[in-house]
């Protein structure tokens, strides 16, 4: 039973809830009446640090990221985000199209990193394609 301190008295601290208070708490961030968009208020859809410490223990078993170095992280893979798209728009609209192609993106990233960096991503990209349409 929770108890919580007075002075120098300990109290019982009633948290017995009534039935209607029960069935109007939502089961996962227990707020009232929650429309479900409250509840993943903690993730922010903008970031990409939740993948880093992934890729981080399938590389090197036991390393962690600091928090600076989760940022400086963060804000280079949208910087390359943010060219990549932008080179393979402007692509696509040399060759008078609306829509951006895989080819455009490809091309963005022969484009924008150096020959091998490029290479490799190329061949990871594809591979994840081909894991990814043969899983569907």
Known sequence: M???EMGNFW???NTDMTAQQKKTKCCRCGRRRC???HCHHHR???SFAQYFPLLLNKIHP???LSQET???MDSFVKDM???IATEASSLAHSTNRSTISARDIQAAVRLLLPENLSKNAVNQATRALL???RNK
């Open 81 to 83: 985000f943010a060219r």
């Open 131 to 133: 894991r990814f349409s």
């Open 70 to 72: 989760m940022h400086i």
């Open 35 to 37: 429309h479900r968009r």
């Open 2 to 4: 929770p108890y919580r």
């Open 11 to 13: 109290t019982f601290q």
């Open 44 to 46: 922010c859809p903008e």
């Open 62 to 64: 036991g390393l962690k």
